[in-house]
């Protein structure tokens, strides 16, 4: 009976190190942590992971310039520098561990809502990531919108939900879906409707059709979200200052999540829940 115990602690021994060392094996090619890269090197992974999620979202390559991939590489900065540290409470402060485990709690309901609509679950998990860190935000803030996405109430209605029901996170996950399938319908044409359905999502349909109408040429044409990003002087203060980050800003947050090991998360992709 003891040497059954002591094969089976060996067993368990010898299964523990073989995990430790697969978790190790999946931090990056090169081994290191996203925090412990040089300049190329993190430039190469943001890129290589961007385009990732990019085909994993859509089934198509996207063809991001060096521009935006660095702008989705300072979204990643910002928020691997809030790993293992805290700089205060509520969204955009708290330590970055906080929020993937809000968002690992939250994962199934956001990943059924979304794949009930045909929509990429990547967009359910991390779009209520860069609105509002997954907490539920019942206060309205300065333009009124409330809940876990965001909803301004006349949006809520046009969707059939009451202020009540922007709170519940079932609910409101599907009346995103549903607002993000319109807006892939409105841009089905352009290669990269996802990216565009996500600035719409935060810019408005009818705003990002027009920039797109005034910015859009035969040279630029390949990648849309980087033509506007690139000629955001041209457009006004409000995509200057708020819309311009927000694309960037959920591929940041979808590298993270989707790779929460290489960057010192020992917990495994949002998407795995």
């Known amino acids: 009976m003891k040497l059954q115990k002591k094969l089976l602690l060996l067993c368990a021994l010898i299964l523990s190190l073989t995990i430790n060392t697969h978790v190790q094996a999946q931090i990056t090619p090169s081994g290191k942590l996203y925090q412990q890269m040089g300049p190329a090197e993190r430039s190469a992974f943001v890129a290589e992971q961007a385009r990732r999620i990019g085909r994993e979202m859509s089934g198509n390559d996207y063809e991001f310039t060096s521009d935006f991939v660095g702008d989705i590489q300072q979204a990643v900065n910002q928020y691997a520098r809030r790993i293992g540290k805290s700089r205060g409470d509520g969204p955009g402060k708290e330590e970055a561990r906080l929020v993937f485990e809000r968002g690992q709690a939250q994962a199934p309901v956001l990943i059924a809502a979304f794949k009930s609509?045909?929509?990429?679950?990547?967009?359910?998990?991390?779009?209520?990531?860069?609105?509002?860190?997954?907490?539920?935000?019942?206060?309205?803030?300065?333009?009124?919108?409330?809940?876990?996405?965001?909803?301004?109430?006349?949006?809520?209605?046009?969707?059939?939900?009451?202020?009540?029901?922007?709170?519940?996170?079932?609910?409101?996950?599907?009346?995103?879906?549903?607002?993000?399938?319109?807006?892939?319908?409105?841009?089905?044409?352009?290669?990269?409707?996802?990216?565009?359905?996500?600035?719409?999502?935060?810019?408005?349909?009818?705003?990002?059709?027009?920039?797109?109408?005034?910015?859009?040429?035969?040279?630029?044409?390949?990648?849309?979200?980087?033509?506007?990003?690139?000629?955001?002087?041209?457009?006004?203060?409000?995509?200057?200052?708020?819309?311009?980050?927000?694309?960037?800003?959920?591929?940041?947050?979808?590298?993270?999540?989707?790779?929460?090991?290489?960057?010192?998360?020992?917990?495994?992709?949002?998407?795995?829940?």
């Open 117 to 273: 609509r045909n929509i990429s679950p990547l967009i359910g998990l991390y779009l209520p990531w860069i609105e509002s860190e997954y907490v539920n935000i019942e206060s309205p803030n300065s333009m009124g919108a409330i809940g876990m996405f965001q909803f301004l109430p006349q949006t809520g209605e046009r969707f059939g939900l009451s202020t009540q029901d922007l709170l519940d996170v079932g609910k409101s996950a599907d009346a995103a879906a549903r607002y993000i399938s319109d807006s892939l319908e409105q841009f089905k044409d352009d290669p990269m409707k996802e990216a565009l359905a996500l600035l719409a999502y935060n810019r408005g349909g009818q705003r990002t059709a027009r920039d797109l109408k005034f910015l859009l040429n035969e040279q630029n044409k390949r990648c849309s979200i980087c033509a506007l990003t690139a000629d955001r002087s041209k457009l006004d203060e409000t995509f200057r200052y708020e819309n311009v980050f927000y694309v960037p800003r959920f591929f940041a947050a979808a590298i993270i999540g989707e790779n929460p090991q290489a960057f010192g998360l020992q917990m495994q992709p949002l998407s795995s829940h």
